[in-house]
């Protein structure tokens, strides 16, 4: 065992599940209580098309997928708040586009789409010093973002408008949340890869959700369920030889399962009936 996380890949990749399952896992609160749960799926493709991007113009995929993912980020606020839309209604517009451009990339690709297939699908194992620079610098800036502003944040989750009508500047928190999703997702796509990284944002959070009613503990959390889906995941996909990215989503996922089953809030739903 010693001897496995002796091996510098293994090092990143546990490093990587870290910051990942962080970043993750307190976006992730945002998403689940704000009720935005397609924002992972729209930004997701949005990063997806810009590495697509990246590849067909030859410059480096994360760039490229930092640029879009934060673009559909800033179209989300804008439409949801000029358009007088649902910001579901504004995020699944958004996605739809970003979709349509990420195929459009992927068949304007020349040669084997091997490259295409890793951003999709992910692999911790294979993430490189660079990637981990990214990982890093995102994940500080989000714990940073979260504890500078906790308090506007929080206002922000309960209430946007009523946030803004104390005087908390509301629109700029929500915004900056927002690229912060986008962020976390652009740097996260070797990691857990671009079709099961909304999973990753959804579930840990979720299962916080589950298990208590502070927000601050929520934030918490979800943030160790990320490392620990990241984690656990990394060893089962390295001893069983099964895929990275979905190992991490399936345990993820079992998290959420448990933490539901536990639910205080599931057994006063079932008394309240």
């Not at 700029?172 to 944002?201: D, P, Q």
């Given at each position: 065992?010693?001897?496995?996380?002796?091996?510098e890949?293994?090092?990143?990749?546990?490093?990587?599940?870290?910051?990942?399952?962080?970043?993750?896992?307190?976006?992730?609160?945002?998403?689940?209580?704000?009720?935005?749960?397609l924002?992972?799926?729209?930004?997701?493709?949005?990063?997806?098309?810009?590495?697509?991007?990246?590849?067909?113009?030859?410059?480096?995929?994360?760039?490229?997928a930092?640029?879009?993912?934060?673009?559909?980020?800033a179209?989300?606020?804008?439409?949801?708040?000029?358009?007088?839309?649902?910001?579901?209604?504004?995020?699944?517009?958004?996605?739809?586009f970003?979709?349509?451009?990420?195929?459009?990339?992927?068949?304007?690709?020349?040669?084997?789409?091997?490259?295409?297939?890793?951003?999709?699908?992910?692999?911790?194992?294979?993430?490189?010093?660079?990637?981990?620079?990214?990982?890093?610098?995102?994940?500080?800036?989000?714990?940073l973002?979260?504890?500078l502003?906790?308090?506007?944040?929080?206002?922000?989750?309960?209430?946007r408008?009523?946030?803004?009508?104390?005087?908390?500047?509301?629109?700029?928190?929500?915004?900056?949340?927002?690229?912060?999703?986008?962020?976390?997702?652009?740097?996260?796509?070797?990691?857990?890869?671009?079709l099961?990284?909304?999973?990753?944002?959804?579930?840990?959070?979720?299962?916080?959700?589950?298990?208590?009613?502070?927000?601050?503990?929520m934030?918490?959390?979800?943030?160790?369920?990320?490392?620990?889906?990241?984690w656990?995941?990394?060893?089962?996909?390295?001893?069983?030889?099964?895929?990275?990215?979905a190992?991490?989503?399936?345990?993820?996922?079992i998290?959420?399962?448990?933490?539901?089953?536990?639910s205080?809030?599931?057994?006063?739903?079932?008394?309240?009936?």
């Amino acid at each position: 065992m010693w001897a496995i996380l002796g091996r510098e890949f293994m090092q990143h990749a546990l490093v990587a599940g870290l910051c990942a399952g962080i970043s993750c896992g307190l976006v992730g609160v945002f998403v689940v209580t704000m009720h935005l749960s397609l924002l992972g799926v729209c930004v997701a493709h949005a990063a997806f098309a810009g590495a697509m991007l990246g590849i067909w113009l030859d410059f480096d995929p994360i760039w490229g997928a930092l640029a879009f993912s934060l673009a559909a980020a800033a179209f989300v606020g804008p439409l949801a708040d000029r358009g007088q839309l649902n910001p579901d209604s504004a995020v699944g517009i958004v996605f739809s586009f970003m979709l349509g451009l990420a195929f459009l990339f992927v068949g304007l690709t020349p040669g084997a789409k091997t490259q295409a297939l890793s951003l999709f699908w992910g692999n911790i194992l294979t993430v490189t010093t660079t990637d981990l620079a990214y990982l890093v610098a995102v994940a500080a800036l989000i714990v940073l973002f979260l504890v500078l502003f906790f308090k506007e944040i929080q206002a922000v989750v309960c209430h946007r408008r009523v946030a803004y009508s104390v005087g908390i500047p509301a629109t700029v928190v929500f915004y900056g949340l927002l690229f912060a999703t986008g962020a976390t997702v652009a740097v996260s796509l070797r990691t857990v890869g671009g079709l099961l990284i909304y999973s990753l944002l959804l579930n840990p959070a979720a299962a916080a959700f589950q298990l208590t009613y502070s927000l601050k503990r929520m934030f918490i959390l979800a943030a160790a369920f990320g490392v620990f889906s990241c984690w656990i995941g990394l060893a089962c996909s390295y001893f069983w030889d099964l895929p990275t990215g979905a190992t991490i989503v399936i345990t993820s996922s079992i998290i959420f399962a448990v933490a539901l089953a536990i639910s205080p809030k599931r057994r006063m739903s079932s008394w309240r009936i």
